[in-house]
């Protein structure tokens, strides 16, 4: 069914993106938003805005009751959710379609199968595609855990099966350690995705963390290419990269093709991500995850194939078919994107919810910013401190560099303390210049104060 209307359940940057991809399609756009964030960007673009509730996530974006009456009384005929929020929830999916309404993703019950991490684990063994060893299924007590501790060797990693944003997530090296951070991981996967269910894992020493874009459209699938997202600060990805250059030709061919075959055996409609670790030292890659949907970093993956990735996920999400096939996906040069947060790299990352005052992005061929802002904007203190992402796309992955320094240091955002210090000792930096890196390469490189305080900085 043709999509007319486009209720984005979503705020800050990944809404924006949805509205433009919307416009290019020639389709109207209602945007929902809270209280807190009436005057956001997405609200000025969208051809409606209406409001779901109170500043509180949920009360607003994450209240289905909330989100439901605004895409009735709005006559939107589908829902697209961006990323974090409802975007993996099956109760929402089924509540939308429920209405007669088409949601921008997958079906529910593929998400509910794939966005259970150890639903997905079982799914990936039954494609042939290999998983980091672990427990067979969600590990029950402490006892359960520590007998599949002993069998996998430590360290150990115990997840939450419904976890994200990094969260849920603890490492043990020892039987008493992991005794004792069981039920950590337990309480805060409850508190952060009212599911306190674990698994367990190998914790894999040094890996990359190499993920992989498909598309489908219920019948085929088909990839386009991998991202490198290995500098992480808490398990969460500060810095992306698309190819990664860690991965010879071969083995880079057989890691897309294990995500096609994945996808292809649920019947994937909508973009994913299946993300994997690779090892290095072995040269074996594991499975680790799907996203259900759009991610933060989709964009890099969009410069080296010209793709429109969110275009594609809303025309296949209203029934027509993939309108490219895998031959016509071509990559071509390095993309880098980094993440800028409103928060200060010297004081441990603290949040920075201020006024932008005055602002500028400087504007190139194979430049792209992401973002929602505008002079003025009081940012709000409810939500993630993305403020938007600075993209670049080269011939090579050194001009890319090269290009990233030179874009970042012409950004003026002023009122606000952001990464992009970060970002700019990264660029300067020789492991990350060589791409020596793996996941757990920038906490230690931070720690150690290789981000240099700013000179005549007052705070
Ligand atoms: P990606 O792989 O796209 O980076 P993340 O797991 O980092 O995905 O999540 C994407 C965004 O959604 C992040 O900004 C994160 O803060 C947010 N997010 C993740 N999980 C949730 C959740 N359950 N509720 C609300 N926001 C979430
Ligand atoms: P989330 O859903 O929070 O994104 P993931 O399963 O994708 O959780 O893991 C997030 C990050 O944690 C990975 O990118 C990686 O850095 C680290 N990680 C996850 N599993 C392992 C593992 N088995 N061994 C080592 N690192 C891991
Ligand atoms: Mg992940």
New binding site residues.
């Given amino acids: 069914m043709a999509i007319s209307r486009l209720f984005i359940a979503n705020r800050g940057e990944i809404a924006v993106r949805i509205i433009r991809a919307a416009q290019k399609l020639g389709i109207a756009t209602v945007q929902g938003y809270s209280e807190a964030d009436q005057d956001m960007l997405a609200v000025k673009l969208a051809d409606e805005a209406v409001c779901l509730g109170s500043a509180q996530?949920k009360d607003s974006?994450?209240s289905i009751p909330n989100v439901m009456e605004a895409v009735r009384s709005s006559q939107a005929d589908a829902v697209h959710p961006?990323?974090?929020?409802l975007?993996?929830s099956p109760e929402f999916v089924r509540q939308v379609e429920a209405a007669g309404v088409t949601f921008v993703g997958p079906s529910a019950a593929t998400i509910e199968r794939m966005g259970d991490k150890v639903e997905a684990r079982k799914a990936a063994e039954a494609a042939g595609v290999p998983v980091v060893p672990g427990s067979k299924g969600r590990i029950e007590t402490v006892d359960d855990a520590a007998k599949v501790a002993a069998e996998v060797g430590y360290p150990v990693m115990v997840k939450a099966a419904?976890g994200?944003?990094?969260?849920g997530i603890r490492v043990a090296d020892t039987e008493e350690e992991l005794r004792k951070l069981a039920p950590q991981a337990q309480q805060e996967a409850e508190a952060?995705?009212g599911d306190g269910g674990l698994y367990l894992e190998r914790a894999i020493r040094a890996p990359r963390h190499i993920?992989v874009q498909i598309l489908g459209d219920g019948r085929e699938v088909i990839h386009c290419y991998e991202r490198e997202?290995s500098l992480q600060r808490r398990r969460?990805?500060v810095w992306?990269e698309a190819g990664a250059i860690c991965l010879d030709k071969k083995t880079c061919e057989a890691l897309c093709a294990s995500a096609v075959a994945l996808a292809k055996d649920v019947n994937y409609r909508g973009a994913g991500?299946l993300?994997y670790l690779y090892d290095e030292v072995s040269n074996e890659f594991f499975f680790i995850e799907m996203?259900t949907?759009?991610?933060?970093?989709?964009p890099v993956s969009e410069m080296i194939t010209g793709v429109d990735l969110v275009q594609e996920m809303i025309r296949v999400c209203s029934g027509e078919k993939l309108s490219i096939t895998q031959d016509q996906v071509k990559r071509d040069g390095h993309s880098i994107e980094v993440r800028i947060n409103a928060e200060d790299p010297h004081m441990q990352f603290m949040p920075w919810p201020g006024k932008l005052t005055a602002m500028s992005l400087p504007e190139e061929d194979g430049v792209r910013f992401d973002h929602f802002l505008y002079e003025g904007y009081q940012i709000p203190p409810y939500y993630?401190s993305?403020l938007g992402k600075a993209i670049v796309h080269a011939p090579t992955r050194a001009e890319a560099i090269s290009k990233l320094k030179r874009v970042l240091t012409g950004i003026k955002l002023d009122g606000l303390k952001t990464t992009i210090p970060l970002h700019l000792a990264l660029a300067d930096d020789p492991a990350v210049q060589a791409g020596a890196f793996h996941t757990q390469w920038l906490e230690p490189w931070l720690a150690a104060g290789n981000l240099k305080p700013i000179q005549g900085d007052a705070a």
């Fill in positions: 996530s974006y994450l961006g990323y974090g929020f975007s993996e419904a994200g944003g990094g969260r952060a995705f993920e997202c969460q990805k992306e991500t993300e996203n949907r759009i991610q933060v970093e989709h993630d993305l």
